[in-house]
C-alpha cells in the first residue's frame, strides 16, 4: 500500500515529481551526490526511484553515471504545451484584436523558452514567431520576463549553460547587463525586445504570475508601429490578458 503524504497525497509519487524537477532545475542532468544533497530523501530511495524512472523511460543513465530527463517526457510535456497554449489562445485574440500586432505565448523549457501558440497580425508586414521555436532568454521579450521571475542565481545557471548569443547589436552582451535588465523589469512589471532578436521589431512581454511553469505572453511587431503610444495601450492589455490566463490556470488546477 502507498504511504500517504502529509497533504493527503501519495508520498512515492510526491518524491518522483520532486527529483524531476531537481533534475530539470539543474539543467536537465545531474549526479547522484547532487540529488542527494538537495533533497532530504535517503540515498536508497532516491537510487530506487531513479531506477523505476529509468525503467520507464522517464529518466535515463549517461554513460558517465549522471542521471538525465528521459525521452517519454517528451510526450507529456507536448501535451501539456498545447494545452496550456489552447488555454492561452483567446487572451491572444484580444491582444491581436485590440492592437493589431502578433501575440505568442512561450514556457521556459529547460534553458530557452519555446513559443507554444499565437495569433498573427493582420498586416502584411509583421513578425513571425513559429510555434515550436526555441530561442535564448535573454534576448526576447517573453525570456526576459520569465527570467525576471527567477532568482539571479538560478538566471545565472540558465544563461550559463545557454550563454549569451548577439543576433543583433543591441542584443545583451553579458549576465551583468542583464541582471540590470531584470531588475528594471521587476519594478516595472514587463519587459521590451528593443530589437535585441530582430533588427526593426520591437516586443512587450509580461510573465504569467504563479504559473505551473513560468511562463509569458507578448505583442511584437515593427518598431514603426510598435513604439511608446503603442505601450501605453499595450501594457495595461496584456496585464489583464495574464491575470485572466492565471486565473483560468488556477480553475482547471
Known amino acids: 500500500m502507498a504511504e500517504k503524504a502529509a497533504g493527503g497525497g501519495?508520498?512515492?509519487?510526491?518524491?518522483?515529481?520532486?527529483?524531476?524537477?531537481?533534475?530539470?532545475?539543474?539543467?536537465?542532468?545531474?549526479?547522484?551526490?547532487?540529488?542527494?544533497?538537495?533533497?532530504d530523501l535517503p540515498l536508497p530511495t532516491i537510487h530506487r526511484?531513479?531506477?523505476?524512472?529509468?525503467?520507464?523511460?522517464y529518466a535515463r543513465q549517461l554513460p558517465n553515471r549522471r542521471y538525465a530527463l528521459g525521452p517519454r517526457l517528451i510526450r507529456l510535456g507536448e501535451g501539456a504545451n498545447k494545452q496550456l497554449g489552447a488555454l492561452a489562445r483567446p487572451q491572444l485574440k484580444n491582444l491581436v484584436d485590440?492592437?493589431?500586432?502578433?501575440?505568442?505565448?512561450?514556457v521556459l523549457d529547460s534553458d530557452m523558452v519555446?513559443?507554444?501558440?499565437?495569433?498573427?497580425?493582420?498586416?502584411?508586414?509583421?513578425?513571425?514567431?513559429?510555434?515550436?521555436?526555441?530561442a535564448h532568454t535573454h534576448d526576447t521579450g517573453v525570456g526576459k520576463a520569465i527570467l525576471a521571475q527567477l532568482s539571479n542565481d538560478a538566471v545565472r545557471s540558465i544563461v550559463g549553460r545557454a550563454g549569451m548569443p548577439t543576433p543583433t547589436d543591441r542584443s545583451l552582451k553579458n549576465i551583468d547587463e542583464l541582471l540590470a535588465e531584470l531588475e528594471l523589469i521587476r519594478e516595472r512589471g514587463y519587459s521590451v525586445d528593443?530589437?535585441?532578436?530582430?533588427?526593426?521589431?520591437?516586443?512587450?512581454?509580461?510573465?504569467?504570475?504563479?504559473?505551473?511553469?513560468?511562463?509569458?505572453?507578448?505583442?511584437?511587431?515593427?518598431v514603426s508601429r510598435v513604439d511608446e503610444r503603442f505601450?501605453?495601450?499595450?501594457?495595461?492589455?496584456?496585464?489583464?490578458?495574464?491575470?485572466?490566463?492565471?486565473?483560468?490556470?488556477?480553475?482547471?488546477?
Open 194 to 222: 528593443e530589437q535585441e532578436q530582430e533588427l526593426g521589431v520591437r516586443c512587450f512581454a509580461m510573465a504569467v504570475p504563479d504559473a505551473p511553469t513560468p511562463s509569458a505572453i507578448s505583442v511584437s511587431g515593427p
Open 98 to 106: 485590440s492592437l493589431g500586432e502578433t501575440s505568442n505565448m512561450a
Open 49 to 57: 526511484l531513479l531506477r523505476t524512472l529509468v525503467a520507464k523511460g
Open 114 to 134: 519555446i513559443y507554444i501558440a499565437q495569433v498573427p497580425s493582420p498586416h502584411s508586414m509583421r513578425m513571425f514567431t513559429e510555434v515550436g521555436r526555441r
Open 231 to 253: 505601450a501605453e495601450k499595450a501594457v495595461p492589455l496584456l496585464r489583464e490578458a495574464v491575470q485572466s490566463i492565471a486565473a483560468e490556470l488556477n480553475l482547471k488546477a
Open 10 to 39: 501519495v508520498q512515492s509519487v510526491e518524491r518522483v515529481f520532486e527529483l524531476l524537477e531537481l533534475i530539470t532545475d539543474a539543467g536537465g542532468e545531474v549526479s547522484l551526490s547532487e540529488l542527494s544533497s538537495s533533497t
